[in-house]
């Protein structure tokens, strides 16, 4: 029987995996598509900017990151607590 420690630390990086393959999924879709759209809107302007990757890579940088801490810290303690000490407080 593994260590409820042990055990919350391999549940918790089958989980970033899974999100995180969606997170990078969802921008392979999304990151051409807003770049097309972006670069047709800017084309409307008399002065015109070439478009980089850094603001679009940034931003889903940050939305990992935002992500991560709002639902991976709630989903580690939960991971890590012990059941029969939940079972006992109630």
């Given at each position: 029987?593994?260590?409820p420690?042990?055990?919350g630390?391999?549940r ?5 995996q ?5 997170v ?16 047709r ?10 478009m980089t990757?850094f ?6 940088g ?7 801490l ?6 580690l303690l ?11 407080s109630?």
């Amino acid at each position: 029987m593994p260590d409820p420690q042990e055990w919350g630390e391999r549940r918790w990086d089958h989980w970033a995996q899974e999100f995180g393959l969606m997170v990078c999924v969802a921008a392979i879709i999304g990151l051409p598509i807003s770049y097309y759209y972006m670069s047709r809107w800017l084309e409307n302007f008399a002065y015109h900017i070439t478009m980089t990757p850094f603001p679009f890579l940034l931003s889903v940088g940050l939305s990992l990151i935002i992500i991560m801490l709002t639902v991976g810290y709630p989903a580690l303690l939960a991971y890590t607590k012990n059941p029969a000490e939940m079972l006992v407080s109630e």
